[in-house]
T-cell receptor
Framework: AQSVAQPEDQVNVAEGNPLTVKCTYSVSGNPYLFWYVQYPNRGLQFLLKYITGDNLVKGSYGFEAEFNKSQTSFHLKKPSALVSDSALYFCAVRPYGNNRLAFGKGNQVVVIP | DTEVTQTPKHLVMGMTNKKSLKCEQHMGHRAMYWYKQKAKKPPELMFVYSYEKLSINESVPSRFSPECPNSSLLNLHLHALQPEDSALYLC??????????????FGPGTRLTVT
């Protein structure tokens, strides 16, 4: 069975500083990895995904993520955080041949002005 | 257009009521999903439709009844719900559920309160 770990409950970062949200996964076979963001009282918005190829994936709103197979990690990054990036971030994994998306518990990101 | 729409935005219902949630997408997606989400928690998969056929039911109680009238519409019929069913109900769609690389697009959700 697949699983996703987001070890931190909340990430606090000052505006303008780099933002990192951590994600590790456990899955048999090659994974497809996703990041979603959820603003208050809204649905989830797709940010980016890793399928294959380049380990550095660029997505929406200046976010990027680095896939590391040896560490089974897929950390989300943004070079310079904005107050508007404050939201709930979910990492998700979907193993090949399985159409269930497994979500991590979510990380609340708070960007301090 | 990557929009999934859901109606109503908010719903308050008693435990003896019957109501329906509606979801619509016009992206040509052939897979549609219902999720339940409690506050600050990840979404929990309830049902998956692929090519208008129910492909996954995650052991959801029968008081929740999904329906997919056509490839663009997805309904969730509610009857005799319990207070613990109060949650945000999210609809999502993707190009093809068997092609695992496709991302899901989510609607804004229906906030359901059962009194």
């Amino acid at each position: 069975a697949q699983s996703v770990a987001q070890p931190e409950d909340q990430v606090n970062v000052a505006e303008g500083n780099p933002l990192t949200v951590k994600c590790t996964y456990s899955v048999s076979g090659n994974p497809y990895l996703f990041w979603y963001v959820q603003y208050p009282n809204r649905g989830l918005q797709f940010l980016l995904k890793y399928i294959t190829g380049d380990n550095l994936v660029k997505g929406s709103y200046g976010f990027e993520a680095e896939f590391n197979k040896s560490q089974t990690s897929f950390h989300l990054k943004k070079p310079s955080a904005l107050v508007s990036d404050s939201a709930l971030y979910f990492c998700a994994v979907r193993p090949y041949g399985n159409n269930r998306l497994a979500f991590g518990k979510g990380n609340q990101v708070v960007v301090i002005p | 257009d990557t929009e999934v729409t859901q109606t109503p935005k908010h719903l308050v219902m008693g435990m003896t009521n019957k109501k329906s949630l509606k979801c619509e997408q016009h992206m040509g997606h052939r897979a549609m999903y219902w999720y339940k989400q409690k506050a600050k928690k990840p979404p929990e998969l309830m049902f998956v439709y692929s090519y208008e056929k129910l492909s996954i039911n995650e052991s959801v109680p029968s008081r929740f009844s999904p329906e997919c009238p056509n490839s663009s519409l997805l309904n969730l019929h509610l009857h005799a719900l319990q207070p613990e069913d109060s949650a945000l109900y999210l609809c999502a769609s993707s190009q093809e559920s068997l092609a695992d690389s496709y991302e899901q697009y989510f609607g804004p959700g229906t906030r359901l309160t059962v009194t």
